[in-house]
């Protein structure tokens, strides 16, 4: 049914690979193990490196992976006790202060870091065009058709510039499959809203096709987490911060001034930390893009709206 894509996913690996060492950045889910079993085919020699603590959700899953494809396997291991410096050297290399884009870009630093080959593939891309997040379940068209597009955005203007920044640092040639032309074009054949998941397992279900139509079924049923949390990354950041006495994003902040200032600076301002509904956030801040508002401005005004309510509740 997906012949063009199926096609294109094949070629443009083969023509990346053919010959050649070259690494992967794995996971062991769907994504990085459709282009770990076709390198396979092609390459020379191809080594899957994950990112991760001892126990972590990625590297048994990388390691089954590695034994069903009969492709060696290198651990790539995150401790308490290396991460800060890792997340610093990270902030030199990329110059990246988001907290959010440091927890999930981490675990490509430490494989290109690690990985002795030139030539490193990896997945990217797939959760945002095939829809793969647990965010585009049981939305709207509306909606999802606006997750969809912000994660697109996301992902051509943060991540990708955060990985190339990565891969230059490392003198890496980094590889993404699913971003290729030839692959975008026959992905943009294919109406969005016929990839909306009705449910979690039916997410990717295009990809999943294409993996059992090329004789690799196994893939379509292995489990994924984010990056952050399949690592472990999150966990051990969250750990330093407890024992800081710090939120999360003021670590990083901390981390990132030390980088850059050689100290934290004093003048900074103060961390919000909230989750609220991705819908509510987008359509929100589309306002206030049009407004000319920047979230943090929104939030400050906020805080100062209830501040001045108060004082007046209470002058009364």
């Known amino acids: ?33 459709l282009i770990s079993a076709i390198s396979k085919e092609y390459a020379r020699s191809v080594t899957l490196y994950t990112c991760g603590t001892n ?55 430490s494989v290109c870091k690690e990985c002795s080959q030139d030539i490193l593939l990896t997945g990217q891309g797939a959760d945002e065009y095939f829809m793969g997040c647990a965010k585009y379940v049981g939305q709207t068209e509306e909606e999802f058709d606006l997750l969809r597009k912000a994660g697109i955005e996301r992902l051509l203007n943060v991540s990708v510039p955060c990985e190339k920044a990565i891969a230059d640092y490392f003198g890496k040639d980094l590889f993404y499959p699913y ?17 909306m998941p009705e449910d979690m397992d039916s997410r990717k279900q295009v990809l999943k096709d294409v993996a059992t139509d090329l004789g690799y079924g196994f893939l379509a049923d292995r489990k994924k987490k984010s990056s952050q949390y399949g690592s472990g990354t999150t966990d051990l950041i969250r ?27 004093l003048e900074r301002g ?35 709206e209830v501040i001045r309510s108060e004082e007046e509740n209470r002058s009364d």
Request: include cysteine; proline fraction near 3%.
């Open 239 to 265: 750990a330093i911060a407890r024992e800081r006495g710090v939120g999360y994003a003021n670590l990083i902040a901390i981390f990132y001034d030390e980088v850059v200032y050689g100290e934290k600076q």
């Open 179 to 195: 971003l290729d032309d030839r692959v975008q074009d026959e992905i943009s054949k294919i109406d969005p809203a016929s990839m």
């Open 270 to 304: 103060a961390v919000v930390n909230a989750r609220i509904d991705p819908i509510v956030k987008l359509k929100a801040e589309k306002i206030l893009m049009e407004r000319g508002l920047s979230p943090s401005e929104a939030i400050e005004n906020y805080y100062r």
């Open 1 to 33: 049914m997906w012949e063009g894509l199926r096609d294109s996913i094949v070629d443009v690996i083969r023509q990346k690979v053919e010959g050649k060492d070259v690494g992967i950045a794995c996971s062991g889910g769907l994504d990085s193990g």
């Open 55 to 109: 126990n972590a959700f990625d590297v048994s899953m990388a390691k089954d992976l590695s034994k069903r494809l009969n492709l060696p396997f290198v651990h790539v291991q995150i401790s308490k006790g290396t991460i800060e410096d890792l997340i610093k050297e990270l902030i030199t290399a990329t110059g990246v202060s988001d907290p959010f884009t440091i927890s999930y870009e981490l675990q490509l630093f």
